[in-house]
């Protein structure tokens, strides 16, 4: 009996260490064991707030959207993050004579900007160079495709041009979890057919109990079986089928208000290799490739791909990511594919 209740211990401490471990308990959160991720980094943090990233940027709940951010000046004296009152990255108004379209980017981490100071968020480089957009930003950290539809559609009854996608595969798999930086609006596609399903409803703080009193030997299972399904034909099918139908969806929301809807894809870091030249070059995830051709062989869906302007700024001495998103360089290029994707034309 001993012997067993000490064997069960040193399990627990093991499995305890384990999902302390970077990525390892990304697989709960699809599962839907519990609000694993933020709830660990609010314990390690000593935050209560699981909704706040630490050191950057703190989030708030949303019955709609699930989370935006915290509106107020954030980030550091080197890369100020400036949050609007509606809890998207700030645009800074560029003063110009005449109409002005407006133009609308909806996106997650990298199309907010992340770990780059406001002036040189690409949505805000845009803004500079075409001063006769309106250029809102509704990005917003670690969203899906689902998110970026309800966000466009909440943004609908606001006159709109062009509702632009910035298209990166780490999202793809966002579209089928309930919950990332925290719990997360969601659909479900059932025959073909799209069906929507809130955030849940839950305590802040009673998550963070339950994740620090709650057995890990429990959630060791659901990470197996995700890492052992990660990359199967069933799991490929499932965010594909999904995605195309989220991606369909924009494009169809953003058609009944009379915008222009325009897909961008963009590569990130683990995308890049090396080819036979060694020069860069980019591979994109089956899922991702696949869903984005479905989509963009629609003729009234304006769809660019920002590859081979990155892998050329690359080739010519442009630093890629820092920790893990794009560097205020990459950040010029995206802008530049934008700019030239935008069916509104500058003078």
């Given at each position: 009996?001993?012997?067993?209740?000490?064997?069960l211990l040193a399990l627990e401490a093991a499995a305890r260490i384990a999902l302390r471990l970077p990525g390892v308990a990304a697989g709960l959160d699809r599962k839907g064991s519990m609000p694993t991720y933020w709830a660990r980094m609010s314990q390690l943090s000593g935050d209560p707030d699981p909704?706040?990233?630490?050191a950057t940027v703190p989030l708030?709940?949303?019955a709609t959207l699930g989370w935006r951010a915290r509106p107020g000046r954030w980030g550091t004296d080197a890369a100020p993050v400036t949050v609007d009152d509606d809890g998207f990255r700030h645009v800074p108004d560029v003063p110009h004579d005449g109409p002005r379209e407006r133009v609308v980017v909806f996106g997650d981490s990298y199309g907010w900007g992340d770990e780059v100071g406001d002036d040189d968020v690409w949505a805000n480089v845009l803004a500079r160079r075409r001063p006769d957009l309106d250029v809102d930003n509704r990005s917003m950290?670690?969203?899906g495709h689902d998110q970026m539809v309800l966000a466009l559609e909440?943004?609908?009854?606001?006159?709109l041009d062009a509702a632009v996608l910035l298209y990166v595969s780490c999202d793809t798999s966002r579209n089928t979890q309930w919950f990332d930086a925290w719990f997360r609006p969601h659909f479900v596609l059932t025959d073909g057919v799209l069906r929507y399903e809130p955030p849940r409803e839950v305590d802040a703080d009673a998550a963070v109990r339950h994740f620090r009193f709650r057995p890990r030997l429990f959630d060791l299972p659901a990470v197996v079986?995700?890492?052992?399904g990660a990359g199967s034909d069933a799991r490929d099918a499932e965010e594909t089928a999904l995605t195309e139908a989220l991606l369909r969806r924009f494009v169809t929301?953003?058609?009944t208000v009379g915008a222009t809807p325009v897909v961008l894809r963009a590569p990130i870091g683990r995308e890049l290799v090396t080819g036979a030249d060694g020069r860069a070059a980019f591979r994109y995830s089956k899922v991702a490739d696949t869903a984005y051709a479905a989509v963009c062989a629609d003729p009234a869906?304006?769809?660019v791909d920002a590859a081979g302007s990155v892998a050329a700024a690359l080739d010519g001495g442009a630093r890629f990511e820092g920790v893990g998103h794009w560097t205020p360089a990459i950040q010029a290029v995206i802008a530049d594919v934008a700019d030239g994707a935008l069916p509104v034309r500058g003078p």
């Open positions: 009996m001993v012997i067993a209740l000490l064997t909704l706040r990233r630490p708030v709940a949303d950290l670690a969203w909440a943004d609908a009854p606001r006159a079986t995700d890492y052992a929301s953003a058609a869906v304006h769809c």
